[in-house]
């Protein structure tokens, strides 16, 4: 039997060996019974909403550990959704939009959500990224209770691995767990340029270069936080994290 309570820093815990709790947000009922099938395949608990409201309320009463959240949805959409939910508890979300839209992955990553796919998906792949983002979220909370020495301070960029914070010129950051993963993995070897394929693999732990996409709208995503200047693009290659010069 699954029991699951929340942490220290009010974050969802589950006890070993239990059922991981996915709420699955989609108005298609033929969507959401395919993946709720496919989730349910893999070994997770899941329940479904198909509006908004239903959404916010299933997650307050449920307390998921994960959400797999459309962002077309009757009531409110799944943007005020995710608002409403992360103001209440964290939890890492899976945004699936029907519009090959950079603007609207960006804005659905402001709002919180750790990853999107855009549809027509397959199933398998997105039991793979749900699969993924819940050993995220094991690995930070790992690092929490296991912190590295000192921290990282590259000029005005500061990033405490064990608080999982950042700072720019002295002020809070706020980061999702995946980009704090993105720009941990940027700042191992700073100046030194990884491709979109190595920074899938490091940090979604995903190998099919289709997903390369998201990494660029992540990294988007973190230059305006940081600022831009700090992530360097090497066109037709990859990514590197820029320092002062010496």
């Known amino acids: 039997?699954?029991?699951?309570h929340n942490g220290h820093n009010g974050t969802a815990t589950t006890t070993p060996g239990a059922q991981r709790r996915v709420l699955v947000v989609e108005d298609d009922p033929t969507i959401v019974d395919a993946i709720a099938a496919r989730l349910r395949a893999e070994g997770f608990q899941v329940q479904t909403a198909g509006d908004g409201p239903a959404a916010v309320d299933t997650a307050e009463a449920w307390q998921p550990d994960l959400l797999v959240l459309d962002v077309m949805l009757p009531g409110f959409d799944g943007l005020e959704v995710c608002r409403r939910v992360q103001a209440r508890r964290p939890v890492p979300v899976l945004m699936l939009t029907?519009?090959?839209?950079?603007?609207?992955m960006l804005v659905g990553l402001g709002v919180g959500a750790d990853d999107y796919m855009t549809k027509p998906f397959s199933m398998r792949e997105l039991a793979a990224r749900v699969h993924v983002l819940l050993r995220r979220v094991?690995?930070?909370a790992l690092a929490a209770h296991t912190p590295r020495s000192g921290i990282l301070r590259l000029g005005?960029?500061?990033?405490?691995h064990a608080q999982r914070r950042v700072r720019v010129r002295g002020s809070d950051v706020h980061l999702t767990p995946t980009e704090f993963d993105l720009l941990v993995c940027l700042a191992s070897t700073p100046r030194a340029v990884l491709s979109r394929e190595q920074l899938l693999a490091e940090v979604w732990d995903w190998a099919d270069a289709s997903g390369?996409?998201?990494?660029?709208?992540?990294?988007?995503?973190l230059r305006r936080k940081i600022g831009a200047e700090r992530i360097r693009t090497v066109h037709g290659v990859g990514y590197a994290l820029e320092t002062p010069a010496a």
Do not use: C, N, P
């Not at 029907?98 to 609207?104: C, H, N, P, V, W």
């Not at 390369?212 to 995503?221: E, G, L, M, P």
């Open 156 to 160: 005005e960029l500061e990033i405490d």
């Open 212 to 221: 390369t996409r998201t990494v660029d709208s992540h990294i988007k995503a």
């Open 138 to 140: 094991e690995r930070a």
């Open 1 to 4: 039997m699954e029991q699951t």
């Open 98 to 104: 029907a519009r090959d839209d950079e603007t609207d």
